[in-house]
């Protein structure tokens, strides 16, 4: 599922996407507060989501057994 994280740039907003699930909007307003483009923000806050998705799988996946 992180695989599919991208975003989706329109007039005026990004749309950041977890397969057809938007899962945040980026206006401009957003990117002048972090003193960035907004393109910018929207892929820094994908990878931040992508990050927490493998982070969150990674914790709570089962700890593989080791021979005896």
């Known amino acids: 599922m992180t695989g599919s994280i991208r975003v989706l740039e329109d007039d005026g907003y990004s749309s950041i ?3 057809n699930e938007r899962v945040m909007v980026l206006f ?3 990117a002048r507060i972090e003193q960035v483009e907004r393109q910018t923000l929207g892929l820094m806050n ?3 989501i992508g990050t927490a998705i493998a982070d969150y799988r990674r914790e709570r996946s089962p700890v593989p ?3 005896p």
Do not use: N
């Open 28 to 30: 401009d307003a957003d």
């Open 46 to 48: 994908s990878t931040r």
């Open 17 to 19: 996407m977890v397969g």
């Open 65 to 67: 057994e080791t021979g």
